[in-house]
């Protein structure tokens, strides 16, 4: 019930296209859910985040769809470039507690 | 600058050696949080902490001490360090969370320990 699923493990994107990353949760009282983004060698950093009252959120390229009757949430990179290759967290807040996905290792190819 | 330092960045002990990985914060948060990060399960919580004197465990705490005496610093503890700790570990703060929802974590650089 507490488990985030993420997936894929691993994508590769050519410069310019989608990249679609997409986490799945079970316990309804999730009230959060950000997005981290994490380059070698460094912590992780917030890159965006929703809550639940609200299906999708744009920042630049950066895009979190959020269904929640299928209560499943996925963050779109649009117009991928190299500099966005780099490993992808979403999470799930329950009363304050952030639980990860697996994670998502991006690359995006010139 | 704010920010969230760990110290020691790297390094290499042998099983049973014990040692403390330091964390210290300067954005006056309540809360600070110990992670390990390992391929394939992301990252998981030890031990956080909601302020001052207040701890408590995460999803993964054997094995594993920490205390909050200073609200800036967090240190955490390996008493008996083995091989399957050998991770990488990461310090996080934030302001207090609240019921409604999270507020934004900020990470340390990590620390990359190796027990053999």
């Known amino acids: 019930q507490q488990q985030v699923k993420q997936s894929p493990q691993s994508l590769i994107v050519q410069k310019g296209g989608i990249s679609i990353i997409n986490c799945a949760y079970e316990n309804t009282a999730f009230d959060y859910f950000p997005w981290y983004q994490q380059f070698p060698g460094k912590g992780p950093a917030l890159l965006i985040a929703i809550r639940p009252d609200v299906s999708e959120k744009k920042e630049g390229r950066f895009t979190i769809s959020f269904n929640k009757s299928a209560k499943q949430f996925s963050l779109h990179i649009m117009d991928s470039q190299p500099g966005d290759s780099a490993t992808y967290f979403c999470?799930?807040?329950?009363?304050?507690?952030?639980?990860f996905g697996q994670g998502t290792t991006l690359q995006v190819k010139p | 600058e704010a920010q969230v330092t760990q110290n020691p960045r790297y390094l290499i002990t042998v099983t049973g050696k014990k040692l403390t990985v330091t964390c210290s914060q300067n954005?006056?948060?309540?809360?600070m949080s110990w992670y390990r990060q390992d391929p394939g399960l992301g990252l998981r919580q030890i031990y956080y902490s909601m302020n001052v004197e207040v701890t408590d465990k995460g999803d993964v705490p054997e094995g594993y001490k920490v205390s909050r005496k200073e609200k800036r610093n967090f240190p955490l503890i390996l008493e008996s360090p083995s091989p399957n700790q050998t991770s990488l570990y990461f310090c996080?703060?934030?302001?207090?969370?609240?019921?409604?929802?999270?507020?934004?974590?900020?990470f340390g650089p990590g620390t990359r320990l190796t027990v053999l």
């Open positions: 999470a799930a807040s329950l009363t304050g507690k952030l639980i």
């Open positions: 996080a703060s934030s302001l207090i969370l609240s019921s409604v929802g999270a507020n934004e974590q900020f």
């Open positions: 954005m006056n948060h309540e809360y």
